[in-house]
T-cell receptor, first 114, second 115 residues
Framework: DGGITQSPKYLFRKEGQNVTLSCEQN?????MYWYRQDPGQGLRLIYY???????QKGDIAEGYSVSREKKESFPLTVTSAQKNPTAFYLC?????????????FGDGTRLSIL | AQKVTQAQTEISVVEKEDVTLDCVYE???????LFWYKQPPSGELVFLIR??????QNEISGRYSWNFQKSTSSFNFTITASQVVDSAVYFC????????????FGEGTQLTVNP
């Protein structure tokens, strides 16, 4: 079945450590997105990408980095510069960035600080 | 700037009751899209509906219905004869034509349907 796979489901970060969240899609979508969700809050956009080797900052990009070396993959790195990384992270994809197409979401990764 | 407001943080109903989730939006664009997503306890968001700003017809899909009113900038979602499986967080979201598929989400409404 086509879909989005995020891994791991749970992740723990030590002080000063960078961690990488994986996101893979087999929907042949051009656009991919990373969101952060805090308790009782909506989703906030971290980064998005419309094509391989291209990505743009969203509303809360500080302390995060991404890469898009393959169409199927859009990993997110939470760097040590992100002082409050504890949150639920969701990856999404859509056919493209331009036509307000619905986004399809993965199951999420829950990140906590040790 | 675009904004979505879901004033109801939590709603609790008893099974078979009807429930309406409110969504109010702000945008300066004349062309925009509105969405509803469901987030069950498993965590992933499930797409429910997309409506463009030029189509104000109400829509019904089974027990779900949506009421779009541009005059009040609202896009409300009603579940008829609610079921326990409807328990989830529901998000309303807005996309302006200039931002393409980028979404601005409301803060979500936690719906609990009790047996």
């Amino acid at each position: 079945d086509g879909g989005i796979t995020q891994s791991p489901k749970y992740l723990f970060r030590k002080e000063g450590q960078n961690v990488t969240l994986s996101c893979e899609q087999n929907l042949n979508h051009d656009a991919m997105y990373w969101y952060r969700q805090d308790p009782g809050q909506g989703l906030r956009l971290i980064y998005y990408s419309q094509i391989v080797n291209d990505f743009q900052k969203g509303d809360i990009a500080e302390g995060y980095s991404v890469s898009r070396e393959k169409k199927e993959s859009f990993p997110l790195t939470v760097t040590s510069a992100q002082k409050n990384p504890t949150a639920f992270y969701l990856c999404a994809s859509s056919i493209d960035l331009f036509r307000a197409q619905p986004q399809h979401f993965g199951d999420g990764t829950r990140l906590s600080i040790l | 700037a675009q904004k979505v407001t879901q004033a109801q943080t939590e709603i609790s109903v008893v099974e078979k009751e009807d429930v309406t989730l409110d969504c109010v939006y702000e945008t300066r664009d004349t062309t925009y899209y509105l969405f509803w997503y469901k987030q069950p306890p498993s965590g992933e968001l499930v797409f429910l509906i997309r409506r463009n700003s030029f189509d104000e017809q109400n829509e019904i899909s089974g027990r779900y219905s949506w009421n779009f009113q541009k005059s009040t900038s609202s896009f409300n979602f009603t579940i008829t004869a609610s079921q326990v499986v409807d328990s989830a967080v529901y998000f309303c979201a807005l996309s302006e034509a200039t931002s393409g598929s980028r979404l601005t989400f409301g803060e979500g409404t936690q719906l609990t349907v009790n047996p």
